[in-house]
Nanobody
Framework: QVQLAESGGGSVQDGGSLRLSCAAS????????MRWFRQAPGKEREEVAT????????QYADSVKGRFTITLINANHTVYLQMLSLKVDDTGVYYC????????????????WGQGTQVTVSS
């Protein structure tokens, strides 16, 4: 049974930082990439960052480039999202997802989702 357990959310002030963690278990070899998404109140879920298990190549949404860093520790199947210089617009529920790499488009198709962790940034 696949489980993705997020942690590390909380409330911070504008300019603060947080580190989110997502511990994965039960994944098979076809699940070879990890992603973070977020959903703000009243908005659609949006992608934040992606990392690929084989080469640790990373991709970021333009809104978080230079401020967020996604890392993956293959040994313990944990993916992290270090968030610096947080803004009020970063507020939302952050979801971890595990998926399959699409080699021809170099993208990650989510297959499994975590329950989410709340991040609140106040001014």
């Amino acid at each position: 049974q696949v489980q993705l357990a997020e942690s590390g959310g909380g409330s911070v002030q504008d300019g603060g930082s947080l580190r989110l963690s997502c511990a994965a278990s039960g994944l098979d070899s076809k699940t070879n990439c990890m992603r973070w998404f977020r959903q703000a109140p009243g908005k659609e879920r949006e992608e934040v960052a992606t990392i690929y298990n084989d080469d640790h190549w990373t991709q970021y949404a333009d809104s978080v480039k230079g401020r967020f860093t996604i890392t993956l520790i293959n040994a313990n199947h944990t993916v992290y999202l270090q968030m610096l210089s947080l803004k009020v617009d970063d507020t939302g529920v952050y979801y971890c997802a595990a998926g399959e790499k699409r080699y021809w488009t170099y993208s990650c198709q989510p297959t499994f989702w975590g329950q989410g962790t709340q991040v609140t940034v106040s001014s």
